[in-house]
């Protein structure tokens, strides 16, 4: 076995000559090292996994090929369904763009940039639009959706010495504006209107209002919610603790929050509270009745023995709101930014209410609640402007 290391231009290549475990010969190299360690260290790699008999195929091996093979060691059946359901859609678009035989270490950040383009232009795994033949442009927050995941993959890739450089940095993210970002949350006004009516109509046969309530004033993701237990509510100390989901893409059953961080104890009213009593009332009464018990304790498990789905609660969403007169119109996870919207007006602390939503860190929160800090700001501008001319 033999590796000899070059200069080709500005970068080093390694080139490494080995024997297989059948007798055979087999020559293998790659290029755009750096340094000359680094060309060394790769060569290194492959001579040690051609000494114990592995297959040697690091040069060759495809993106679609390392996508599939990062996403099994990594990703698949660690993370929430709804979080999954986004992988088979980014290794259509990638396997669209560059087909099946492109060498993940052929890939440069122009071709990844215009991969990028083409995408958010939806031209790759085009969506049509209704009615239409002309392709469906994405949002700029779905091409980040998809760019962070082909991040990390490529991060991943240069840790196995398979690219010397991460081709996803210093990306720009194109992508449409999207939805008008006042069309995600509502204001505070309706926000309380839509808070009185479910905990005045709540009950057995309209469990929809229960679960409204719960998202309203805790900012919890939906799965999170239909995932709670009795044993998650300490009614002594007035707080929720989530540690699971609900996994209502698959049919039911118990699943892993969406990341480690979502996993958090946070604090609730004493209306809330009062109201989830009545729930609990409610629904052992109605169980007894029935000769129903539940195994699995759901908090919000319906008297049709069953848990709200994610597409029916929005449908309900869609009833409600006009007919009290709430607009704009908002789905579940809308709620969620209602929630920090107000927490926002009412001047809490960002890294609580990071805490609060179970994000990894504040940066995340920071980003995605942009444009309600602006408002926030603008807000505590106008008291330090009001402090400073009291002096």
Not at 192 to 221: E, F, P, Q, W
Request: charged fraction near 20%.
């Amino acid at each position: 076995m033999m590796a000899s290391i070059s200069k080709r231009g500005d970068s080093w290549q390694y080139r490494v000559s080995y024997k297989d475990i059948n007798g055979e010969y087999h020559t293998t190299s790659q290029g755009g090292f750096r340094s000359k360690s680094a060309a060394k260290l790769a060569a290194s790699k492959v001579e040690i996994d051609a000494s114990y008999g592995a297959k040697i195929d690091h040069a060759n091996i495809t993106l679609i090929e390392y996508w599939d093979q990062w996403l099994s060691a990594f990703k698949l059946g660690k993370h929430s369904n709804a979080t999954e359901s986004h992988y088979p859609g980014i290794r259509k678009a990638l396997l669209s763009y560059f087909g099946p035989n492109t060498r993940i270490k052929d890939i440069t950040r122009s071709d990844y940039q215009t991969f990028l383009n083409a995408y958010a232009a939806g031209t790759v795994a085009p969506r049509h639009k209704p009615k239409s033949h002309s392709p469906k442009k994405r949002a700029r927050g779905t091409v980040r959706n998809l760019h962070q995941y082909v991040k990390a993959m490529a991060a991943s890739a240069m840790d196995d010495l398979l690219i010397s450089r991460n081709f996803a940095n210093n990306i720009s993210i194109p992508g449409s504006k999207g939805k008008d970002t006042a069309l995600k949350y509502l204001q505070v006004s309706d926000y309380k209107k839509l808070k009185k009516y479910c905990y005045s109509h709540a009950d057995m046969t309209h469990m929809y209002n229960y679960v409204i309530a719960a998202g309203v004033d805790t900012g919890a993701r939906f799965a999170e919610v239909i995932g709670l237990t009795w044993p998650d509510i300490d009614f002594e100390s007035k707080t929720i603790r989530i540690t699971k989901t609900w996994d209502w893409l698959s049919g039911g059953g118990f699943k892993a929050t969406k990341t480690p961080s979502s996993v958090r104890t946070i604090e609730v009213t004493d209306d809330l509270l009062q109201l989830l009593r009545q729930l609990h009332r409610q629904q052992s009464e109605y169980f007894m009745r029935h000769g129903f018990r539940d195994p699995d304790q759901l908090v919000f498990m319906s008297y049709r023995h069953s848990v709200l789905r994610d597409g029916t609660i929005n449908a309900d969403l869609r009833r409600l709101l006009p007919s009290l007169g709430i607009s704009p119109v908002i789905t579940f996870h809308g709620l969620r930014h209602t929630h920090v919207s107000y927490l926002l007006s009412q001047g809490v602390d960002i890294n609580y209410i990071s805490h609060r939503l179970g994000h990894a860190d504040v940066t995340i929160t920071l980003r995605v609640y942009s444009h309600l800090l602006d408002v926030a700001n603008k807000q505590q501008s106008a008291l330090a402007v009001k402090a400073l001319s009291n002096l």
